[in-house]
């Protein structure tokens, strides 16, 4: 039973397309978020969402837009994609708000590669 | 704001050997402290967290990490590593009265046979 599934799990795409990213978490958690980790493996949070509420957008640019249809699902949506938008993108889940004692449970990882 | 630096980017030890991975926080407050391991290909996984209490904590896989508030470190040790424990671990600090996560920048373990 996967926790958090993420797809697709590779992604390769052209320059100035849109493309969306799914997740699903099956833990019940009530947070959700989406991280960016770069070529040397740093991990960046892009977005967090509480019960589909946003609750944490770092400077991202606004081509990113995260969706949250119902709490156990994160769709990550990216316009007109650049060359620096490569990377790998994870989705998270854990429990609560307010206090973050509670671990985070990642998916795979897509990869997006930009031509 | 939180953060969090790992000093040691990559470290190479012989399979057997003892491993201590190096974690220190910035916060002003006690942090919550977390383990997590990333072997390739795959997403993070939870070693080990700390929140209050002891200071020494057990984790899966025969990992464990020691709180030092003086020290605001936190560094994740294992007795004897195997060929499997090849990965990029990274330390994270969560802090209380908030949802937001500071990862680490993380450090590469490679095994020698």
Same mark, same amino acid.
């Given at each position: 039973d996967t926790a958090v599934s993420q797809t697709p799990k590779y992604l390769v795409t052209q320059m100035g397309n849109d493309k969306s990213i799914k997740c699903e978490q099956? #833990? !019940?958690?009530d947070t959700m978020y989406w991280y960016k980790q770069d070529s040397k493996k740093f991990l960046k949070i892009m977005f967090s969402y509480n019960n589909k509420e946003l609750i944490i957008n770092e400077t991202v640019p606004n081509r990113f837009s995260p969706k949250s249809p119902d709490k156990a699902h994160l769709n990550l949506h990216i316009n007109s #994609?650049? #060359? !620096?938008?490569s990377a790998v993108y994870f989705c998270a889940s854990s429990q609560g708000w307010g206090d973050s004692n509670q671990p985070q449970h990642f998916g795979d990882g897509t990869r997006l590669s930009i031509l | 704001a939180q953060s969090v630096t790992q000093p040691d980017i990559h470290i190479t030890v012989s399979e057997g050997a003892s491993l201590e991975l190096r974690c220190n926080y910035s916060y002003g407050a006690t942090p919550y402290l977390f383990w997590y391991v990333q072997s390739p290909g795959q997403g993070l996984q939870l070693l080990l967290k700390y929140?209050?209490?002891?200071t020494l904590v057990q984790g899966i896989k025969g990992f464990e990490a020691e709180f030092k508030r003086s020290q605001s470190s936190f560094n994740l040790r294992k007795p004897s590593v195997h060929w499997s424990d090849a990965a990029e671990y990274f330390c994270a600090v969560g802090r209380r009265y908030g949802q937001n996560f500071v990862f680490g920048p993380g450090t590469r373990l490679s095994v020698l046979p």
């Open positions: 099956n #833990l !019940g958690h #994609l650049e #060359l !620096g938008d | 929140f209050s209490g002891d």
